[in-house]
């Protein structure tokens, strides 16, 4: 199966159209898309690799293909931990996006084992009351993963359904379970280092004047670079926006995410395939409008 994103085309939309960039999912910070009528653009997002992973997890599951949804997943868990593990050097930094790099550069943060160790202080620091639970998931998951790798044991649906729980557990924990100033730390670490890449690219400084002069729309476009363009599909609830009511309240009326964290964990795995109809009906949905 493809790993994919489908955005709507701006350029399209400029001229009257109505067509879909697809955008393969690399690991590159950046999606190279095209449209139907070969517009093409480099798509800045502010999400991580981890929800296109995740998503495309679920996608095979429903279309039974439950070896590449497990895979799928398990890579989606190991990207979380290595964005966490991005997201507490950037933050131990002052938020120094350069220090990240140098750890990049030199291996720190590129090993899964290296990564796993390091998410694991993550964890016990940013958000402690979570550490038991993320550690025991993820234990079960990965005595599943070596006997599947060493070919003793062949992923069926339950063990992709065991898979993709584990890992809305663990990305839930890490988006709610880990808040600053009222916001998710990986989101606005992803957010920022999107700016970063960004930033460096020779379109991007050449037309930073007219960027500047901008109101911003969403989506904005300069050249061939797009910013901030929202998927047709997503990863809904692990990246969604929370409709806060008084349940998720504390007594003085401001947001609990300990009780949207929970509220999280309890959602059932019915509930998320529910929430994830196949991406062929999302983009017809979308091309009809």
């Excluded at 159209?17 to 502010?46: M, N, P, W």
């Amino acid at each position: 199966m493809e790993m994919y994103h489908a955005y709507p085309c701006y350029d399209c939309q400029n001229e009257g159209y109505i067509s879909q960039l697809k955008a393969s999912v690399t690991e590159k910070s950046y999606l190279s898309a095209t449209c139907q009528r070969g517009h093409h653009v480099d798509i800045f997002t502010s999400t991580p690799l981890f929800a296109p992973l995740y998503e495309h997890a679920m996608q095979a599951h429903i279309s039974h293909n439950y070896f590449e949804s497990f895979l799928s997943a398990y890579s989606a868990l190991e990207n979380i931990f290595r964005i966490a593990s991005q997201a507490n050097i950037w933050m131990y930094s002052n938020r120094d996006m350069t220090a990240v790099d140098k750890a990049l550069k030199f291996g720190a943060l590129l090993s899964s084992e290296r990564c796993q160790g390091n998410f694991y202080t993550v964890a016990a620091e940013r958000f402690p009351k979570r550490f038991e639970t993320i550690t025991e998931e993820f234990n079960r998951l990965v005595s599943v993963r070596n006997k599947v790798m060493h070919g003793s044991v062949i992923p069926d649906e339950g063990r992709s359904m065991q898979a993709l729980m584990t890992v809305w557990k663990v990305g839930v924990i890490c988006l709610y379970g880990w808040m600053e100033n009222g916001g998710s730390v990986i989101q606005y670490y992803q957010m920022t280092r999107s700016n970063y890449d960004l930033s460096k690219r020779s379109e991007h400084v050449s037309a930073q004047k007219e960027i500047e002069a901008m109101p911003h729309p969403d989506p904005m476009k300069i050249g061939n670079l797009c910013y901030y363009l929202s998927p047709l599909s997503e990863v809904r609830g692990l990246l969604g926006s929370i409709n806060w009511d008084r349940k998720f309240e504390d007594a003085n009326g401001q947001p609990d995410f300990e009780a949207v964290l929970d509220s999280q964990l309890k959602v059932t795995f019915e509930q998320l395939i529910q929430q994830t109809p196949p991406l062929d009906t999302i983009i017809k949905k979308s091309i009809k409008r």
